[in-house]
Nanobody, 121 residues
């Protein structure tokens, strides 16, 4: 069993900042890629930022230069620093982790429950 717990969402004005956190716990052997997705009203879920193990970070074009993904591997936690927020960033944000579990050493994908980010005046 692996659980992802998200925090940090909320209401912010345009131009403001938020920092999302997602902590993984449970029978974890290792975590491979971690990332953040979002789903806005009336839109498909999209990958916002990804942090592969041993690879470079990737961002959707609409957030490049504004968002930063980071990892604290000792805490099994991924963060999304969001600056210069725009109304179009409003969405439910979901973290995702590709986890190799104990004791089977099998790999599974896990999702957080989502956290609401609302950017509005």
């Amino acid at each position: 069993q692996v659980q992802l717990v998200e925090s940090g969402g909320g209401l912010v004005q345009p131009g403001g900042s938020l920092r999302l956190s997602c902590a993984a716990s449970g029978s974890i052997f290792s975590i491979n890629a971690m990332g953040w997705y979002r789903q806005a009203p009336g839109k498909q879920r999209e990958l916002v930022a990804a942090f592969p193990s041993g690879g470079s970070t990737n961002y959707v074009d609409s957030v490049k230069g504004r968002f930063t993904i980071s990892r604290d591997n000792a805490k099994n936690t991924v963060y999304l620093q969001m600056n210069s927020l725009k109304p179009e960033d409003t969405a439910v944000y979901y973290c995702n982790a590709d986890v190799t579990v104990n004791p089977t050493r099998l790999r599974y994908g896990y999702w957080g429950q989502g956290t609401q980010v609302t950017v509005s005046s």
